[in-house]
């Protein structure tokens, strides 16, 4: 259990930044930390208003002890003191011009500084923590600590240097202070593993591979090698180690030792190359002087430019300074926080941070912002007061009203967790929807008082909400736009529609905050060509969004560049005349000279219901090919550069499946279902393939070679996925064009499955007229199916000519709709005309179909459908075994758990020696190998002992590593494979198994990820739901496909037997089901005990101090296992007892446990099995010496070392070491 007593009072918070080393001048990392903490600390405060007993620190500041800052001076030729206040300053400096507001800037060479740590060591001396010393080992100076000898290797110079980095290292010996690290190993693993103190999430595993350090730490320096620092207290001949000193800081900011304002810390923001130090050193020290932990430790990837990490030779280190002068301070801020995934390594570049500010606070924000206030919209000069809304803005705005609510409760939960990243998406896509709606209602030609006063109250209330959301993001800019609108209720609990109704006096106009930003690489407007802006402006017309235009315009103003786009639809139930929505744009840009692709989604449309068959999908391909080409050549559209393709021609290739895998990663749940559901029925559990159908869409636009998608609104989540996904897989990043969504004949969405509310394109005269004459046109509904088909289809093929009804001729659809709404037209004119024209307009489409080609593929693909369900196996009967297979069936069973036991029956009936039982056991390699995966070893070893005719396969699939939760990295896949397949052989060889067990890497198999693989991966993920695939951990979509993954490899493995943990049983139960879904048996499974780990709970390569890795050295095997839980004379939970039972007595097979005590101890014992273990243990056979603790472990480490010593021979070469290495490399290259 962990101590809950915190010296915070009320709702009072302490955000800390690491402080920053003085060597050297800040650059583009030191200032996302530091806004990163500021809006962390600002949105405390923002929460916090109310309580007025709270405080709020903030601490920032410079590290300036050490040796590398001695080194520095020196070369600078001045004092370590002179150069760290030149140093500081510049920190100092830039922390004021971003705005952080920071209550504490500290600095390590303060005075009050040094009294606190000299207090904290002897606090740390008096409990005992801390002896003096001789130790030896290699130091770093550039990362500040002692380096373990397996982590530096010679150079070419024969120089001992870090593994990682190259840089040099020198061996010390010297008497040093030396503080109790290893007896809080175990503690701290257990704080981080059992609490959330650790974010974001990923995280953790960073944190427990951290503890890797068994001896003790030193934490002095000799003064006469190191005199620039603390010294040890009543030892002036030492010097206080720099990161004891540095990590005090937290502890100075807080009043220690005297009065601690606010401890612990609620948030520690860090970057991850400093997480051994935060979440191993730190809450050790805080452990030895009984002071709370801190509550949260937030940690962050590095920053790269251009995706290149940033390096003084390479010459790409950003200076904050110039990216400020350039940006402004407001805006370098906004795209620090919009671009930062903490998540992620991010990357700085000088055209998306252009990009970005123009887009976001120029266009979005500052546009919208000044555009409403202006004098010739609001003539008053004031904010409305309004509380009933007129009923056409109402209806026009009530979108944007949802996305305002959800806004705020997004952002508060966001901000919580410090995603702003996804808050600031958020708080975009609301201010987008606002300047739709306003440059939509047109404010500057509305003559209706009340209706104008509306759409100002709604779009001042917009901003204004968004504005005090963005307080902690953009504190400047948010408080200018505030200022503007005259609000002066800035609180969190004012950020509600409605809110602020008193209205008054608008603020001075200080004209705009931000002014448009020169792109680079973007034509100017001077630069774009008359020929250009027409073609753009045909592409975008009657559209209702457009992301990326600028992208766009570039491609359109390129010479020789024809810019691709593609429109996807499944092919389904028949085309009717709503596609004549899509086909129009598609006319248009055809017209515009864009290269269009339609992508035919038979892959998506075999997965509707997996009962048509390939051959009746390939029918309908035929079918909509024809009509779509027949409807644009009757619109007189030149189809030159009109393209069509196949999902199934790529969908199921092994690279695109290979990305689909690699989306899956690193989209959650949450994000794919967000994704899909404006397309993928909503239902508690959705299907599996619903949330991988946006991902699959979002990944044609590499595959088709395509600069831009085309689709209707519903898909904007879709297309706001591909904009933010793709390009971390560095697939690039397209423009994206939404039709509205037009309603069908009946009011509602027209449908291919809503007979009523569709006109099939192939249609006869009568029935086209009769449906229209019955189509809802209500004047009270002006959105209905008939004006719709106006203002989308009409209107733009005959422009720039009129539409002329009861002699009345109308240019635009605006003037028509009006005539309607006023009376001047009635609705039999209004749908006479529409009868006409979609007759005269089908009647030419039927005709160019009229042929044998069209009718054939009309014939199949929708008379006469087969169903393609899969034909179930018949139930075998169950067989009678024998004598001796029943006995081996007792064999097999031996105290673990059967799953279609009658499947195991079923080939145990034909098992003999010529045809032995083929057993297998699934690897999946999520970390170091360990003994758990000794345990199917061992076993198969005992039935082959007991005479079961057997042969066996050790499946090494690493693939569901990956999966789940990334822990493999992808460009690390085979080569953790490789590792995982070396160490089972070499376990095989020591177990003489070698004419029995085989071991095999999944990737190997020929079928593996071949196209019917993949269709199968696809037709499961159409089987079941979310919530029956969450197995894993974490958030992310990959973590659902392991059981997916799972299932196919045993189906194309087809083993008789599986062997898996009693931990894992749902994998058994899935697979039967899915397995039997497609018509093929289920494989019965074995679930047998798991191995424990020595902290008691199942050992599992996720916690890596508690694991026995066969490389560990025999040392620290003994110490990991002598740390484990044994209480003399008591089993439960006993460790070593466990390992004996499942582990020592199978490898003995038969021979006896010697167990060495001296004669003082009852002198040595024997025993041949666990059960004489046990009474030795419990009771023991003098009942006055029973089996100690100490020499049970010391016996089960002997066994278990010589097994292991057998692999560490094998792996002690040069070869085999790197190949352990490259199995734990984070190349996030692809796995080949």
């Given at each position: 259990m962990f101590r809950s007593r915190f010296f915070i009072r009320h709702s009072s918070t302490y955000v800390t930044s690491p402080i920053f080393y003085a060597n050297a001048e800040p650059h583009i990392g030191h200032a996302y930390t530091a806004v990163l903490c500021d809006t962390a600390h600002r949105w405390n405060q923002l929460k916090n208003f109310k309580d007025k007993e709270s405080k709020a620190l903030f601490s920032i500041g410079t590290d300036e002890h050490g040796s590398k800052i001695f080194q520095a001076s020196q070369l600078a030729g001045t004092t370590p003191k002179q150069f760290c206040d030149q140093v500081s300053s510049k920190f100092s400096t830039l922390f004021d011009t971003l705005n952080i507001s920071h209550t504490n800037f500290i600095r390590t060479t303060d005075p009050k500084h040094a009294e606190a740590v000299q207090h904290f060591w002897r606090v740390l001396q008096d409990r005992g923590h801390i002896y003096k010393s001789s130790y030896s080992g290699y130091y770093s100076i550039s990362e500040e600590c002692f380096i373990p000898e397996n982590e530096v290797e010679k150079n070419a110079e024969n120089k001992m240097v870090l593994k990682t980095t190259g840089t040099a290292v020198e061996w010390i010996e010297e008497e040093n202070y030396m503080f109790r690290l290893s007896e809080f190993r175990e503690k701290v693993g257990e704080w981080i593993e059992k609490t959330d103190v650790?974010?974001?999430?990923?995280?953790?595993?960073?944190?427990?591979?951290?503890?890797?350090?068994?001896?003790?730490?030193?934490?002095?320096?000799?003064?006469?090698?190191?005199?620039?620092?603390?010294?040890?207290?009543?030892?002036?001949?030492q010097t206080i180690y720099v990161w004891l000193d540095a990590l005090v800081n937290y502890l100075t900011v807080s009043g220690y030792p005297k009065d601690r304002i606010v401890w612990p810390p609620t948030c520690q923001v860090i970057g991850k190359d400093i997480t051994k130090f935060h979440l191993y050193y730190w809450p050790a020290f805080l452990m030895a002087a009984d002071l709370p932990l801190p509550q949260r430790v937030f940690v962050h990837g590095h920053w790269l430019v251009d995706n290149v990490k940033m390096s003084k030779s390479l010459g790409n280190v950003v200076n904050p300074k110039e990216a400020i002068d350039k940006f402004t301070s407001e805006g370098l801020r906004y795209f620090l926080l919009k671009q930062g995934n903490p998540s992620n390594d991010c990357s700085f570049s000088w055209n998306s941070c252009l990009e970005t500010v123009n887009s976001d606070l120029v266009n979005n924000v500052g546009n919208l912002l000044n555009r409403s206030t202006v004098e010739k919209i609001n003539k008053s000069g004031t904010y409305p007061r309004r509380v009933e809304l007129e009923k056409k803005v109402k209806e026009d705005t009530e979108k944007l009203l949802e996305m305002l609510e959800e806004s705020r409760e997004k952002c508060e939960e966001l901000y919580d967790d410090m995603y702003y990243y996804k808050g600031i998406e958020q708080l975009m896509l609301t201010m987008k929807e606002a300047n739709r709606v306003f440059q939509l209602s047109q404010p500057w030609k509305e003559t209706d008082s009340e209706r104008l006063e509306s759409l100002l109250f709604v779009t001042y209330e917009t901003i204004r909400i968004v504005s005090i959301l963005l307080q902690p993001i953009t504190p400047k800019m948010a408080n200018f736009c505030l200022d503007r609108l005259g609000v002066d209720q800035r609180n969190l609990e004012s950020a509600k529609f409605g809110s602020y109704a008193n209205g008054g006096k608008l603020g001075v106009d200080q004209g705009v905050f931000i002014g448009q930003l020169e792109i680079m690489a973007t034509p100017t407007a001077e630069e774009i060509t008359e020929e250009t802006k027409q073609r753009r402006e045909l592409i975008l017309r009657n559209l209702q969004e457009s992301l990326g235009v600028d992208k766009l315009t570039l491609q359109l103003g390129t010479p020789g560049k024809v810019p691709h786009v593609y429109w996807g639809t499944a092919t389904t139930g028949k085309p009717h005349v709503g596609y004549l929505v899509p086909m129009r744009k598609i006319a248009d840009f055809l017209q515009a000279g864009l290269k269009v692709t339609i992508l035919f989604a038979d892959l998506h449309a075999y997965l509707d219901n997996m009962k048509s068959t390939w051959d009746v999908l390939k029918s309908r391909v035929v079918y909509y090919q024809k009509v779509i080409i027949a409807l644009l050549e009757s619109l007189d559209v030149p189809i030159g550069q009109l393209h069509f393709k196949k999902g199934t021609e790529y969908q199921l290739e092994r690279d695109y499946t290979d990305h689909v895998l690699q989306l899956t990663a690193q989209v959650s749940l949450r994000d794919a279902l967000k994704a899909g559901a404006e397309v993928v029925k909503q239902v508690e559990s959705p299907l599996l393939s619903g949330l991988l159908y946006p991902l699959l869409q979002a990944l044609d636009e590499q595959y088709l070679k395509v600069d831009g998608q085309f689709g209707g609104v519903d898909q904007r989540k879709i297309f706001i996925l591909a904009e933010e996904q793709l390009p971390k897989l560095k697939l690039g990043k397209r423009w994206h064009l939404m039709n509205p969504m037009v309603p069908g004949l009946t009011g509602t969405k027209m449908s291919s499955s809503e007979e009523d509310s569709k006109i099939d394109v192939l249609d006869e005269s009568d029935r086209i007229r009769s449906k229209i004459m019955g189509a809802a046109c209500s004047r009270d509904q002006p959105d209905n199916g008939v004006l719709a088909f106006?203002?989308?289809?009409?209107?733009?093929?005959?422009?720039?000519?009129?539409?002329?009804?009861?002699?009345?001729?109308?240019?635009?659809f605006n003037a028509l709709k009006q005539a309607y709404l006023d009376g001047k037209l009635d609705e039999s004119a209004l749908k006479t005309f529409l009868s006409d024209f979609l007759v005269n307009l089908l009647d030419k489409v039927r005709a160019k179909c009229d042929t044998d080609e069209v009718k054939e593929a009309k014939e199949k693909g929708y008379s006469k459908v087969v169903e393609a369900e899969s034909t179930p196996i018949p139930e075998e009967p169950i067989p009678v075994l024998s004598a001796e297979q029943k006995a081996w069936k007792e064999r097999i069973q031996n105290g673990g758990e059967l799953f279609s036991e009658d499947e195991l029956?079923?080939?145990?009936?034909?098992?003999?020696?010529?045809?032995?039982?083929?057993?297998?056991?699934?690897?999946?390699?999520?970390?170091?190998?360990?003994?758990?995966?000794?345990?199917?070893?061992?076993?198969?070893?005992?039935?082959?002992?007991?005479?079961?005719?057997?042969?066996?396969?050790?499946?090494?699939?690493?693939?569901?590593?990956?999966?789940?939760?990334?822990?493999?990295?992808?460009?690390?896949?085979?080569?953790?494979?490789?590792?995982?397949?070396?160490?089972?052989?070499?376990?095989?060889?020591?177990?003489?198994?070698?004419?029995?067990?085989?071991?095999?890497?999944?990737?190997?198999?020929?079928?593996?990820?071949?196209?019917?693989?993949?269709?199968?991966?696809?037709?499961?993920?159409?089987?079941?739901?979310?919530d029956e695939t969450t197995i894993c951990e974490g958030t992310a979509l990959s973590g659902n496909l392991v059981p997916l993954i799972y299932s196919l490899n045993a189906h194309i493995y087809r083993p008789d037997l599986l062997i898996i943990g009693n931990d894992s049983t749902v994998f058994a139960d899935l697979s039967a089901r899915l397995l039997k879904c497609f018509g093929y048996s289920a494989i019965a499974h074995l679930a047998i005990p798991t191995v424990p780990g020595c902290n008691g709970q199942k050992m599992s390569c996720s916690v890596p101090d508690f694991l026995l890795d066969p490389l560990d050295t025999p040392k620290q095997t003994k110490t990991k296992i002598a740390r484990s839980f044994c209480e003399p004379q008591n089993l439960e939970g006993n460790v070593a007892m466990q390992l004996a039972d499942q582990i020592v007595f199978p490898l003995l097979n038969g021979s006896s446990l010697s167990i060495p005590r001296s004669s003082d101890n009852g002198g040595d014992v024997a025993v041949s099995s666990y059960k004489e273990l046990e009474h030795e243990f419990i009771t023991g056979s003098n009942p006055e010496f029973p089996l100690h603790p100490g020499d049970l472990k010391n016996a089960v480490v002997g066994v278990i070392n010589g097994l292991f010593d057998g692999v560490r021979a094998d792996f002690s070469g040069k070869e085999r070491e790197k190949l352990v290495k490259d199995a734990f490399t984070v190349s996030k290259g692809k796995k080949k």
């Open positions: 650790v974010g974001p999430v990923k995280y953790k595993s960073l944190a427990l591979d951290s503890l890797t350090m068994d001896d003790d730490l030193s934490i002095s320096r000799a003064r006469k090698r190191l005199s620039w620092g603390i010294s040890v207290p009543d030892d002036p001949s106006y203002n989308y289809v009409l209107f733009p093929i005959v422009s720039p000519n009129a539409i002329e009804i009861s002699n009345q001729q109308f240019f635009d029956v079923r080939v145990l009936s034909s098992v003999s020696p010529s045809n032995p039982l083929h057993v297998m056991f699934v690897a999946h390699g999520k970390g170091k190998f360990h003994l758990g995966f000794v345990s199917p070893l061992l076993r198969i070893k005992a039935l082959v002992d007991a005479g079961v005719p057997v042969k066996a396969t050790i499946l090494v699939s690493d693939l569901e590593a990956y999966l789940d939760n990334q822990k493999v990295s992808w460009g690390a896949i085979e080569a953790r494979g490789i590792y995982y397949r070396e160490t089972f052989l070499s376990l095989i060889k020591n177990l003489k198994l070698e004419d029995v067990v085989e071991v095999k890497v999944a990737a190997e198999h020929e079928k593996y990820f071949n196209k019917d693989y993949v269709l199968d991966f696809y037709k499961m993920a159409s089987a079941v739901t979310r």
